[in-house]
T-cell receptor, first 111, second 113 residues
Framework: DAKTTQPNSMESNEEEPVHLPCNHS???????IHWYRQLPSQGPEYVIH???SNVNNRMASLAIAEDRKSSTLILHRATLRDAAVYYC????????????FGPGTRLSVLP | DADVTQTPRNRITKTGKRIMLECSQT?????MYWYRQDPGLGLRLIYY???????NKGEISDGYSVSRQAQAKFSLSLESAIPNQTALYFC????????????FGSGTRLTVV
């Protein structure tokens, strides 16, 4: 089961760091952890993904726990444009290793 | 032009009508997907296709059918629309050889009255 658990919503102030947590206790040793986000009125877009080591890109950082049962997406300086629903995703072996999207975390950014 | 284009963007149809949602892509990806989004439920996979000759059911395929007319085109049909198929529908593509994940279209908002 490719299930992840995320808080329903979080709030941040503009220009402050945001840490979005995700639990994935049933993750297998070869599963990558993927993060997508969905801005209002748009389709989801890729943010970052990783396997074991922490990962950085221009959008965010991904911190993965040593036991890989949890991870945290880090936005270093939230902007108003980062207000979105953030999805932490594993692939589902039941459906061709495709993505299963849970409800995600709705991030609000306050000016 | 968008990499993944969905048409129409919005559609209102009556119960019992047949409707087709279309998706085309310029990414050159072999893999294409149809997802449905309902408020508070995230996205659920309806059908997926790994190439032109490959069609697979997803989590919620009942009431839907698909056609992969070409590598770049993947259509979703509702043979007889019902009100609980009112939702936001997304098409996506992917290339397993890259790390860029999925590319989604902007969605089709379908209302069945």
């Amino acid at each position: 089961d490719a299930k992840t658990t995320q808080p329903n919503s979080m709030e941040s102030n503009e220009e402050e760091p945001v840490h979005l947590p995700c639990n994935h206790s049933t993750i297998s040793g070869t599963d990558y952890i993927h993060w997508y986000r969905q801005l209002p009125s748009q389709g989801p877009e890729y943010v970052i993904h990783g396997l074991t080591s922490n990962v950085n890109n221009r959008m965010a950082s991904l911190a993965i726990a040593e036991d890989r049962k949890s991870s945290t997406l880090i936005l270093h300086r939230a902007t108003l444009r980062d207000a979105a629903v953030y999805y932490c995703i594993l692939r589902d072996r039941n459906y061709g290793q495709n993505f299963v999207f849970g409800p995600g975390t709705r991030l609000s950014v306050l000016p | 032009d968008a990499d993944v284009t969905q048409t129409p963007r919005n559609r209102i149809t009556k119960t019992g009508k047949r409707i087709m949602l279309e998706c085309s892509q310029t990414k050159g990806h072999d893999r294409m997907y149809w997802y449905r989004q309902d408020p508070g439920l995230g996205l659920r996979l309806i059908y997926y296709s790994f190439d032109v000759k490959d069609i697979n059911k997803g989590e919620i395929s009942d009431g839907y059918s698909v056609s992969r007319q070409a590598q770049a085109k993947f259509s979703l049909s509702l043979e007889s629309a019902i009100p609980n198929q009112t939702a936001l529908y997304f098409c996506a593509t992917s290339d397993p050889r890259t790390r860029n994940g999925y590319t989604f279209g902007s969605g089709t908002r379908l209302t069945v009255v």
